[in-house]
T-cell receptor
Framework: GAGVSQSPRYKVAKRGQDVALRCDPI?????LFWYQQALGQGPEFLTY????????KSGLPSDRFFAERPEGSVSTLKIQRTQQEDSAVYLC?????????????FGPGTRLTVT | SQQGEEDPQALSIQEGENATMNCSYK?????LQWYRQNSGRGLVHLIL?????REKHSGRLRVTLDTSKKSSSLLITASRAADTASYFC?????????????FGGGTRLMVKP
C-alpha cells in the first residue's frame, strides 16, 4: 500500500515568507509526528498528534511554527516569517497504534531552504 | 535535543566485511530502534529491541542492548554495497510518556564494492 507522502519535496523560501508543508500519513494510522533534520544530524522531534489532537508540541522551536491535523488524517506544518536557521529537512512519520514506541513510518521529507 | 552519541560517526568497509555501530543514550527507555536513511530519502525502520531484551536478530542484523551502560550496538554481517547509508538509533523515553523518538547523531556507513 501507499506509504507516507509529503509535499512539496523541495521548497525554497525567501527570508520572511510563510511556508506550509503537507503530510499524508498511511491510511488508518492514529499517530502522526513531525521531525526536523539539520544537515548531517539526526532528526529532532517537533510535534505529535493522536488523531486530530495535538498531544505534544514541546519540540516546536518558536511560536513561528504551527501544526494542525484537523480531521485526523492529513497534517500541515506551517512556518511563519521563515529565517535561515529554519533551513532543514522536515520529516513526517505515522504509526498505527497509540502505544508508545511502535515503529514509525517516515515520509521522504521536505527539504526547506531559506535564502 | 539529541539523545546521545553514535560511534563511529563514519565507517568505511569493504563489501563482505562486518560493520558495527554503537549508540549511547541518556535516559531510561521503553525501547530502542534502529533506522536506516539513504542519501536524500526518509528513514526506514530496521529493528526494535525492548528494554527487557538483550539481543535481537533480523536477517543480517544483530542488535544488542545494555541498559546498565545505556548503550546499544548494531552489527551488519556480510555487508553489501546497498547497505551504504546513515544509520540512526532512536529511543522512546520510559518516564516521558510521549511517543516521540529521540535520535542519535547517526553513523554514516560506506560499503565499497
Amino acid at each position: 500500500g501507499a506509504g507516507v507522502s509529503q509535499s512539496p519535496r523541495y521548497k525554497v523560501a525567501k527570508r520572511g515568507q510563510d511556508v506550509a508543508l503537507r503530510c499524508d500519513p498511511i491510511s488508518g494510522h492514529v499517530s502522526l509526528f513531525w521531525y526536523q533534520q539539520a544537515l548531517g544530524q539526526g532528526p529532532e522531534f517537533l510535534t505529535y498528534f493522536q488523531n486530530e489532537a495535538q498531544l505534544d508540541k514541546s519540540g516546536l522551536p518558536s511560536d513561528r511554527f504551527f501544526a494542525e491535523r484537523p480531521e485526523g488524517s492529513v497534517s500541515t506544518l506551517k512556518i511563519q516569517r521563515t529565517q535561515q536557521e529554519d533551513s532543514a529537512v522536515y520529516l513526517c512519520a505515522s504509526s498505527l497504534l497509540r502505544d508508545p514506541g511502535r515503529e514509525q513510518y517516515f515520509g521522504p521529507g521536505t527539504r526547506l531552504t531559506v535564502t | 535535543s539529541q539523545q546521545g552519541e553514535e560511534d563511529p560517526q563514519a565507517l568505511s568497509i569493504q563489501e563482505g566485511e562486518n560493520a558495527t555501530m554503537n549508540c549511547s543514550y541518556k535516559t531510561s527507555i521503553n525501547n530502542l530502534q534502529w533506522y536506516r536513511q539513504n542519501s536524500g530519502r526518509g528513514l526506514v525502520h530496521l529493528i526494535l529491541i525492548r528494554s527487557n531484551e538483550r539481543e535481537k536478530h533480523s536477517g543480517r542484523l544483530r542488535v544488542t542492548l545494555d541498559t546498565s551502560k545505556k548503550s546499544s550496538s548494531l552489527l551488519i554481517t556480510a555487508s553489501r554495497a546497498a547497505d551504504t547509508a546513515s544509520y540512526f538509533c532512536a529511543t522512546t523515553d520510559l518516564i516521558n510518556a510521549g511517543n516521540m523518538l529521540t535520535f542519535g547523531g547517526g553513523t554514516r556507513l560506506m560499503v565499497k564494492p
